[in-house]
């Protein structure tokens, strides 16, 4: 999810920044709401404004996203404890639905010992400068298996084809139908509650502009 940087306020905006104060030439501040209400610059009003601006974007939109990565595994465990896709797959054999009850493993697919469930992880990592939340498998060996889990993660999602000393895995999608189903499903409420917070916090940041900056008047347009 992007969002594009706020636009750079052209020279003839000065007066939309201003004060009538005289005395407030001279003096400077760094910050929004500055002591005495008087700004040196009609500039940094608007570059303080942007810059509070910039981050109320970045910081809402970071702390949404976890909450998406933590519904998005959420709803892969849910999957798999309920087994809601169990209709789209194959049955287990008898003989390996057997030797799971036997070995006293969950009978339930893709989920035995639970240590590929367990395994499923919400990674940061940084792109570009910015902020990605993964949901996936690390980079480690299943031990029940033997196998990569994510190497393991494919063959399920795919299925193998039969050997001479194997008669193949059936494809059980979980990954590609979850994600399906997250997107149509949830993730437009999440983008309705980031652009609801997004214009409160704009909206509260606002009011405190337009209070420390008497001059400031919405319907002015110095072009006008």
Known sequence: MFFRAPPTFPSTYGPYFEKRNEGAKGKTSTT????????????????????KLGKILTGT?????????????KLLLDTLESQRYRTQWKPLSERYLHWKIKNKRDPRMLISTREYMSAIEIREEKHDSKIVWIIGLPDRIHVD??????????????????SKKHPGIPPRPLWRPTQHEFRKVYAPRFLKRIGADIRSEVKDLTRVFTKDQPDYRPNYHPMA
């Open 145 to 162: 298996s033997g196998l990569p889990f994510r190497k393991l993660a494919r063959i399920h999602e795919f299925g193998t084809l039969p």
């Open 32 to 51: 929004l709401a500055q002591a005495g209400g008087v700004w040196s610059s009609p500039f940094i009003a608007a570059k303080n404004f942007i810059g």
């Open 61 to 73: 939109t970071d702390k949404h996203l976890r909450k998406v990565a933590e519904s998005y595994k």
